[in-house]
T-cell receptor, first 112, second 115 residues
Framework: GESVGLHLPTLSVQEGDNSIINCAYS??????FIWYKQESGKGPQFIID?????DKRQGQRVTVLLNKTVKHLSLQIAATQPGDSAVYFC???????????FGTGTRLQVTL | ETGVTQSPTHLIKTRGQQVTLRCSSQ?????VSWYQQALGQGPQFIFQ???????GRGNFPPRFSGLQFPNYSSELNVNALELDDSALYLC??????????????FGAGSRLTVL
């Protein structure tokens, strides 16, 4: 079946550095991609999204890049802070509105 | 505005029992989705309810069923519980619109343990 996966299960970065979390997707028909952040004991929290007709979208301290040629998605976090420590999921939406397919997740650890 | 609230937060059941999980959607949201998140995994779509009817279903057996009420709150029912049903069950709501992205707001989840 279709899947959304992540390259690295755990990413450790120093406070103040930039973080890059990668994600590969397999469904070429996917037209909407979202990044979620999940802290311990909480539900996923929306970070940023991007449509398939875009290559890049920026938010506050976050940037999502989409490369449709290689079916790759990345989340860049600038000046990573301890509060950014969490598990990050990419997800894609295809067909049925708001039915999301999530990847396994990448744990981001911010060291002081 | 209030967020998505779920109850109970934790519960323990034994195999074969039945469970009902509840969700109050965010104010202004008319659509609710349920997801199952096993430990160390990403959430998996169970089903979605819109206007009190099921509006899409993932790869889950019929013993997983749901309801949506006129106030847009929702229930997830699971019959004949199995050990593999142990997971965090997430409810997410959004306002269904004809165009544009539908950003889901998730609750904190109900942690179900089946013994």
């Amino acid at each position: 079946g279709e899947s959304v996966g992540l390259h690295l299960p755990t990413l450790s970065v120093q406070e103040g550095d930039n973080s890059i979390i990668n994600c590969a997707y397999s469904n070429s028909a996917s037209d909407y991609f979202i990044w979620y952040k999940q802290e311990s004991g909480k539900g996923p929290q929306f970070i940023i999204d991007i449509r398939s007709n875009m290559d890049k979208r920026q938010g506050q301290r976050v940037t999502v890049l989409l490369n449709k040629t290689v079916k790759h998605l990345s989340l860049q976090i600038a000046a990573t802070q301890p509060g950014d420590s969490a598990v990050y999921f990419c997800a894609d939406e295809t067909g049925t509105a708001s039915k999301l397919t999530f990847g396994t997740g990448t744990r981001l650890q911010v060291t002081l | 505005e209030t967020g998505v609230t779920q109850s109970p937060t934790h519960l323990i059941k034994t195999r074969g029992q039945q469970v009902t999980l509840r969700c109050s959607s965010q104010s202004g949201h008319n659509t609710v989705s349920w997801y199952q998140q096993a430990l160390g995994q990403g959430p998996q779509f169970i089903f979605q309810y819109y206007r009190e009817e099921e509006n899409g279903r993932g790869n889950f057996p019929p013993r997983f069923s749901g309801l949506q009420f006129p106030n847009y709150s929702s229930e997830l029912n699971v019959n004949a519980l199995e050990l593999d049903d142990s997971a965090l069950y997430l409810c997410a709501s959004h306002l269904q619109v004809s165009s544009g992205a539908n950003v889901l707001t998730f609750g904190a989840g109900s942690r179900l343990t089946v013994l």
